[in-house]
RNA sequence: GGCGGCGUAGCUCAGUCGGUGAGAGCGCUCGACUCAUAAUCGAGAGGUCGGCGGUUCGAGUCCGCCCGCCGCUACCA
C-alpha cells in the first residue's frame, strides 16, 4: 500500500420539503457511505460532505401547504434526515445546509469567477406574471386545465393527472396559484450560463471517461450532442440566494436558481467542513490535487447536473476536480411503483429504521443496489434478505463458532495445532475474498462487493461441517479447527465492516479485540490462542414480516 | 414525439472482446449433519435469455422493427 489518497465523497443533497424513503437510501445515501468506510479502512483520506437543499420550489411549495416559512420547512425535514443518518451509521464527514453564510460566499465566488470569465451573461425571456400578487410565476405556480386529458387542476410543469410534461402557455384557461388570477406574460431579465462554450470540451472529456456505468456515460454524453444550449441560473423568486450586490442589477427580486447553487454544495461543504477542523485550507487537498479523486453518488434523475454542467461550472471556474466517477443509480421500486417523496409511495427511511436493526436494514439495501437496473422490493423481500442471507449464514456462522470457543474452550481462542492443507486454503480463500471485494467497491459495484463477502462466509460453513470440531475425537485438531474458524470470522469482519459497520464493530469487541473494526487496516488480522472473549450474543435478530405493519 | 437505460429460472439479479451443454442467491424437492438463531452442507428439478426478422460457421451478446418498464427532454433538481 503506497501513500493514502484523497478521496472525495459527494452525496446527492436531499430536499429538505419531505421524509425519505428506502429508494432514497439505496438509490444515493448507503452506497456512497460503504465506499467512503472502505476507503478509510484501507487507510486513505475521505471527505464524504452533503447537505439538505434549503431552495428550490418544492421548498415554497411545501412551506405555503404548512403555512409556515420555508426556513422552518427546512430546519424541520433537515432536523428529521440527520436522524436518519445517525440511526443508520451514514457516516457523513459533514452534512450541512443550503442556507449557511459560507454556502451564499462560495456561491457568489463562483458566480463572480464565471461571469469574470465570461461564462456568465445577461438574457431575456417570456415568463407568467401574477399581476395582483405583482410577481413571476414558477412554472408551478400556474395550474389550469389540461390540453390532453381536460384535467382542470393541471400545474405548469406537469399534469398529476395524465402525467403529461407541460408547458405553462399550454394550459388552458391558466390562474395563478397564490391569487388565482389570470397571469400575463411578461419579459424579464436574467443571467445564462453559457454551456454552449463548453460542447467540445465536455465532450471530448465524456467520452475519454473510463470505468463509468454505461448508462450514465450515454445519457451525460447524448444530451450534449443534443447541443448545450445556454442555462437560465436566476429566478424571480424571494426564497434563494440573491445575487452577488455588484451583479444585483438585472431588476427587482432576482435570486440564483437552486440547480446552479446547490451543486455548489459540495465545494461549500467541503470549506465548512475544512472551517470546522481549525484548518480553512484543508479543502484543497481535495479540490485542487490533482491526485484527488472525486466521487458523486446520485440517483439517475440527476446524471445531466453531475455529469455535464456541474463539470462546466467546474471547467469556467478552473482549478478544480472534475468528477472521477458518478456512478449514478437506477431506483428501488416498491411493487413496481417508484418510490418517490411526492408519489408517498412506501415509507420513511426512520419508519424502518424504528423497527430494524441499522445492519440488517443496511443489508437488506445493500443486497439490492439498483447499480444496473431499477430493482423491485417488497416488505416480504426485505425480511427473506435479513433471515434467509444475514441471520443464516453469516450471523449463524459467528455464533456457531463462537459458542463453540466458549463452550468447550473455556471462552478462549484456542491454541493452534499443526496447520492441514484445508486449513490454510480456507485462510488464503478468505484473504483472496478480502483483495476480490475490495477490487468491486474501487469499481462501485457494491451489490457484488457484498455477494463477494458472503460467498466467503458460505466456505467456512463448509469448512466447519467438512471437518466438525464438534465431534472432538481428536481435541488438538478440534481446537485447530476452531481456530482456523476464528481467524476466518476475523477476516470477514473486515470485509463486512462496510456494509455492517455496527454488527463488525460488536464482533470485533466479542472477540475480544480492542480498538476499532478498522483499526489493522483492510486486512485478516490474526488472532492469538489465549486471547479472552466476550459474552456470546447473536448479532442480529430474525425479523417477523408483522414488525413491518 | 426525441434521447438514454433496462427486459435472462417462481422471486431478486450476474453474464467482459459474439465461441464447448445459459449462471448465482433465495424459494421448491430429495438427502446428509446436529456445534449453531428449525441454523448448516450436498444433490436435483426449474429457462423458446420480451417478440419478430437479419448478419455470422456460431447470437443472451451485433443490426433493424415492434411491445413493456424507468429516467431525461433545459422553469423539479
Not at 412506501?346 to 443486497?367: C, F, K, T, V
Not at 467456512?460 to 478440534?478: C, G, Q, S, T
Request: hydrophobic share 40%.
Amino acid at each position: 500500500m503506497g501513500e493514502p489518497r484523497y478521496i472525495l465523497v459527494g452525496v446527492a443533497w436531499p430536499y429538505a420539503s419531505g421524509s425519505l424513503h428506502l429508494g432514497h437510501l439505496g438509490g444515493a445515501y448507503l452506497p456512497p457511505d460503504v465506499f467512503a468506510r472502505y476507503h478509510r479502512m484501507v487507510g486513505n483520506r475521505v471527505l464524504m460532505v452533503s447537505g439538505s437543499d434549503a431552495h428550490g420550489t418544492p421548498i415554497t411549495v411545501k412551506a405555503d401547504q404548512l403555512g409556515v416559512t420555508p426556513a422552518e420547512v427546512v430546519e424541520r425535514y433537515h432536523a428529521e434526515i440527520v436522524g436518519y443518518w445517525e440511526k443508520l451509521g451514514i457516516s457523513f464527514d459533514l452534512f450541512t445546509t443550503t442556507m449557511t453564510d459560507n454556502h451564499r460566499e462560495v456561491t457568489w465566488d463562483m458566480f463572480r469567477r464565471l461571469e469574470a470569465n465570461g461564462y456568465i451573461v445577461t438574457g431575456t425571456s417570456e415568463q407568467f406574471y401574477d399581476p395582483e400578487a405583482e410577481r413571476f410565476l414558477p412554472d408551478r405556480y400556474v395550474e389550469g386545465t389540461c390540453p390532453h386529458c381536460g384535467y382542470d387542476a393541471a400545474r405548469g410543469d406537469q399534469c398529476d393527472n395524465c402525467g403529461r410534461q407541460l408547458d405553462p402557455v399550454d394550459l388552458i384557461e391558466p390562474r395563478s396559484r397564490i391569487t388565482g388570477a389570470t397571469p400575463v406574460m411578461k419579459e424579464t431579465t436574467h443571467y445564462f450560463l453559457r454551456l454552449s462554450a463548453f460542447q467540445d470540451r465536455i465532450l471530448e472529456w465524456l467520452r475519454t471517461r473510463e470505468g463509468w456505468r454505461r448508462h450514465v456515460q450515454n445519457m451525460a454524453i447524448g444530451f450534449c450532442e443534443e447541443g448545450l444550449q445556454d442555462r437560465a441560473i436566476t429566478r424571480d423568486l424571494t426564497w434563494g440566494i440573491p445575487l452577488p450586490p455588484e451583479l444585483d442589477t438585472i431588476g427587482e427580486g432576482k435570486r440564483i436558481y437552486v440547480w446552479f447553487e446547490a451543486v455548489i454544495g459540495y465545494l461549500s461543504a467541503s470549506k465548512e467542513w475544512a472551517a470546522r477542523q481549525g484548518d480553512p485550507e484543508a479543502w484543497r487537498a481535495w479540490w485542487e490535487n490533482p491526485e484527488a479523486e472525486t466521487y458523486y453518488f446520485i440517483g439517475k434523475d440527476n446524471i445531466v447536473f453531475h455529469a455535464v454542467i456541474w463539470p462546466c461550472q467546474l471547467m469556467g471556474y478552473g482549478g478544480l476536480n472534475l468528477p472521477t466517477n458518478v456512478p449514478a443509480n437506477q431506483y428501488i421500486t416498491f411493487k413496481g411503483a417508484k418510490a418517490s417523496k411526492s408519489m408517498g409511495v412506501g415509507r420513511s427511511i426512520g419508519w424502518y429504521a424504528e423497527r430494524l436493526q441499522p445492519d440488517a436494514l443496511r443489508y437488506a439495501i445493500a443486497s439490492v443496489f439498483p447499480e444496473q437496473n431499477d430493482t423491485d422490493l417488497s416488505d416480504e423481500e426485505l425480511v427473506r434478505r435479513i433471515n434467509e442471507e444475514l441471520v443464516s449464514t453469516w450471523g449463524n456462522l459467528v455464533n456457531r463458532v463462537l459458542t463453540m470457543v466458549a463452550k468447550n474452550h473455556g471462552g478462549r481462542i484456542p491454541a493452534s495445532g499443526v496447520l492441514q492443507p484445508g486449513d490454510v486454503a480456507l485462510l488464503s480463500s478468505i484473504d483472496r475474498a478480502l483483495e476480490e471485494e475490495a477490487e468491486l467497491i474501487e469499481r462501485v459495484e457494491l451489490r457484488a462487493g457484498l455477494r463477494r463477502v458472503m460467498e466467503a462466509a458460505t466456505e467456512v460453513n463448509v469448512y466447519l461441517n467438512a471437518n466438525a470440531p464438534w465431534k472432538a475425537e481428536d481435541p488438538e485438531r478440534a481446537a485447530t479447527v476452531l481456530w482456523v474458524a476464528c481467524n476466518a470470522i476475523n477476516g470477514l469482519k473486515v470485509g463486512f465492516a462496510p456494509y455492517l459497520p455496527f454488527s463488525s464493530q460488536t464482533l470485533h469487541r466479542m472477540l475480544g479485540l480492542q480498538g476499532e473494526v478498522g483499526d489493522d487496516g483492510w486486512v485478516r488480522s490474526r488472532l492469538e490462542p489465549g486471547l479472552e472473549i466476550g459474552p456470546v450474543e447473536p448479532l442480529f435478530e430474525k425479523v417477523e414480516l408483522s414488525q413491518l405493519t
